[in-house]
Structure formats: C-alpha cells, structure tokens
Nanobody
Framework: VQLQAFGGGLVQAGDSLRLSCAAS????????AGWFRQAPGQEREFVSA????????YYGDSVKGRFTISKDDAKNTVYLQMNNLTPGDTARYYC????????????????WGRGTLVTVSS
C-alpha cells in the first residue's frame, strides 16, 4: 500500500486546514487509518484514527474538539480537518494504515506515507 499525504502549508493561528491521504495498492475499506505528527526534535505523536468501516474514530487529547478525521471510500482518501490551529500544531503530518482497528501506537501501523508539513504562525 502506498500512501500520499497532502494539503499542508503555512497558515496563521486560528486558521483551518484539511489534510488528505490518498491510497494506492490498497483500500481504506480494508484498512484502519491514522494520522500522526512529528515536530522537530520531538517524538512522533498520535493525532487521530478511524476504523475501516468509518464508524469509530479516536483523537489525541491535544487535538480533541478541533480536528476531525473522516474518509471517502469512493475516493480512497482519508481526511483530517484541522480547525483553530495553534503554533503547537506545527509538525509534519503522516498518514498510516493497519488492519487492527482504531489504535494509537505507531508501532502497530504497517504502511506510512511521507508526510505533509503544517506550519502555524502566531
């Protein structure tokens, strides 16, 4: 499975962005998906996950209430809507997939995209 994340960019605090993760060689109907982020000098952090049915979602505490994960199986794409962004959200965002379900551990994910950079200025 190949994953490509896009939609990052430079925004100001309070703005919104929507990230997309497109899959090839596999279907989000068969894989649960997750978003992680990594800021320079920091460990990779769980952001959000969605089950392969789309019926279950989970969020990290730092983004709960501001970010929303969703997917469009017809487009084979998973989205991360990010609202009310803060400088603390600045990081490279990665999408990943696995077959276990809604999990938060990066070690459980089998396939990763290269990531897209989000920079939030104050």
């Amino acid at each position: 499975v190949q994953l490509q994340a896009f939609g990052g960019g430079l925004v100001q605090a309070g703005d919104s962005l929507r990230l997309s993760c497109a899959a090839s060689g596999g279907s989000f109907r068969s894989y649960a998906a997750g978003w992680f982020r990594q800021a320079p000098g920091q460990e990779r952090e769980f952001v959000s996950a969605i089950s392969y049915t789309g019926s279950s979602t989970y969020y990290g505490d730092s983004v709960k209430g501001r970010f929303t994960i969703s997917k469009d199986d017809a487009k084979n794409t998973v989205y991360l809507q990010m609202n009310n962004l803060t400088p603390g959200d600045t990081a490279r965002y990665y999408c990943a997939v696995q077959t276990l379900g809604v999990v938060t551990s990066a070690a459980e994910y089998d396939y990763w995209g290269r990531g897209t950079l989000v920079t939030v200025s104050s």
